[in-house]
Nanobody
Framework: QGQPVESGGGLVQAGSSLTLSCVASARTFSSGAMAWFRQVQGKEREFVAGVDWRGGSTNYADSVKGRFTISRDNAKNILYLQMNSLEPEDTAVYYC?????????????????WGQGTQVTVSS
């Protein structure tokens, strides 16, 4: 009920590009910030990128700045993560998260709705 659904993960070689998508219901998507997090098995989930409800303000983890781009299409209720110059260190399960609040945050607790995740594997 309102849970986002991610797609677009896969196995790619280092240096490649990949685009993740996240579809959410209008109720979940509208008026709230959205973000991508990722988690490597055995490690804590970490913030990757976030965008405010209008799409005008974005925030990125230092590790992905200049390589990843987050965007949203509010008319279609879709969140994207364009990932370029992928590195083996980017290998993780990527999660889409939606907040009830309009401004972006890097904190997990800020987001109320989470997808099941999509696996991204980057080979060297």
């Amino acid at each position: 009920q309102g849970q986002p659904v991610e797609s677009g993960g896969g196995l790619v070689q280092a240096g490649s590009s990949l685009t993740l998508s996240c579809v959410a219901s209008a109720r979940t998507f509208s008026s709230g910030a959205m973000a991508w997090f990722r988690q490597v098995q055995g490690k804590e989930r970490e913030f990757v990128a976030g965008v405010d409800w209008r799409g005008g303000s974005t925030n990125y983890a230092d590790s992905v700045k200049g390589r990843f781009t987050i965007s949203r299409d509010n008319a279609k209720n879709i969140l994207y993560l364009q990932m370029n110059s992928l590195e083996p260190e980017d290998t993780a399960v990527y999660y889409c998260a939606a907040a009830q609040f309009p401004l972006v945050s890097t904190a997990e607790g800020w987001f109320q709705y989470w997808g099941q995740g999509t696996q991204v594997t980057v080979s060297s």
